[in-house]
């Protein structure tokens, strides 16, 4: 069934414009996302912002920790579909590979193998085609770093692109989990829209519209004493304005409550993705705020007036209403069994239709991925 969160391609194929992860509690829905918040580092960033003798920042799972790590990523640059394979072990490089793809079949770009001899030897196996890096010098790419960070850091031309996709990719997890709320992302955000005046404005619209009984946000700059150093520095500081007929007076976001103070930092991390194309990963989307805000969030991502670069979301919550927003194709269910997580989209679920009542059948236990109390 076609819907307005689709994004149709041009071979009748088709990729959604939101995804909702849901499961119980330590199921494995952070698991399932953080795989595209570290693949958006190690492309982009890897080769300058890791020492060479320090391991790759992912855990496998603590049962299986010799074995092999695979990551996939199909997506689109420029018009084209590309795909990204990436092999790990002990957290290093054991192959990545960029191929294209070319009628029904994908093409290599590049591909490079660390093969380990009996001897312990270890040998670099490396092609490409279309791709003016030295082969010499990806030969010389040391283990835990990302051939297209490297290249990108010696101007190659062809690794521009896959970079700024993976740099496009905005997300609140890390090596540990999500992110968890403090002043420090209140003052991070600040700074953000201090920079830029549109994004503010964009930000108090959506603000607005949330009924938090907010008509403006002001950005301040007031010096204070770094609590390490003791020197005098300057920071970013935001008050939500609040007027009605009664009166106006502005209020520190640090004194607001949790839900707005979560609702101010999440759209300065989605408005820049809508505004400029890219992927928001976010975990725990619904964290402090109320079921009913969940659908106008989406909503952004829905309309071109407000995605007009087909920006995507990948969020995970515990919010099962969401189930009346998306259809089955844009809902992944995350459970977890004998310590291993699986997963399942719902269009793979035989027998359900595109007319059932999604939230009803998961709120009864037909869908599973709820908890077993």
């Given amino acids: 069934m076609q819907s307005s969160f689709d994004i149709n391609l041009a071979d009748d194929e088709r990729v959604n414009k939101a995804v ?31 020492e060479p003798d320090v391991k790759l920042p992912y855990r496998p799972h603590l049962l299986n920790e010799q074995a092999l790590t695979t990551f996939v990523l199909r997506f689109i640059v420029n018009g084209e579909q590309y795909k990204y394979s990436l092999t790990l072990k002990d957290r290093q490089v054991v192959s990545e ?3 294209k793809k070319t009628s029904r079949l994908y093409s290599f770009i ?38 297209l960070s490297a290249a990108y850091s010696f101007d190659v031309p062809e690794a521009l692109a896959f970079v700024k996709f993976a740099q496009s990719i905005r997300h609140n997890v890390h090596v540990y989990g999500r992110f968890h709320y403090d002043d420090n992302a209140l003052i991070g955000s600040a700074h953000d829209l201090l920079d830029d005046e549109d994004l503010r404005k964009r930000v108090v619209e959506c603000l607005s519209r949330l009924d938090l009984g ?17 020197e005098e520095q300057e920071i970013a500081v935001p008050y ?48 402090d705020l109320h079921p009913h805000m969940l659908p106008h969030l989406l909503d952004l991502f829905r309309y071109e007036t407000t995605n007009p670069h087909n920006a995507q979301i990948v969020f995970s919550c515990h919010t099962p209403e969401i189930l009346n927003v998306l259809q089955k194709h844009q809902v992944y269910l995350v459970e977890k069994a004998a310590l291993n997580s699986e997963s399942w989209r719902l269009d793979d679920v035989a027998g359900l239709r595109a007319d059932d009542n999604l939230y009803a059948k998961y709120m009864a236990g037909a869908l599973e991925a709820v908890p077993n109390l």
């Fill in 20 to 50: 909702a992860v849901i499961g119980p509690n330590g199921a494995g829905k952070t698991q399932f996302i953080k795989p595209l918040a570290f693949l958006s580092w190690f492309i982009s960033s890897s080769f300058l912002n890791l």
């Fill in 97 to 99: 590979a960029l191929y």
């Fill in 110 to 147: 590049f591909v490079r193998e660390f093969v380990e001899a009996r001897s312990g030897e270890v040998k670099v196996n490396y092609k490409q085609r279309d791709f003016s890096f030295s082969p010499k010098k990806a030969r010389e790419i040391r283990r835990n770093a990302s051939l």
């Fill in 214 to 230: 907010m008509t403006d946000v002001v950005i301040r700059k007031e010096k204070v004493f770094a609590k390490e150093s003791g």
């Fill in 240 to 287: 939500g304005v609040h007027q009605s007929e009664q009166g106006r007076f502005e209020l520190r976001f640090r004194e607001e409550s949790s839900g707005t103070k979560s609702a101010f930092v999440l759209l300065t991390s989605l408005i820049p993705v809508l505004v400029h194309g890219g992927i928001a990963v976010i975990d725990e989307l619904d964290n």
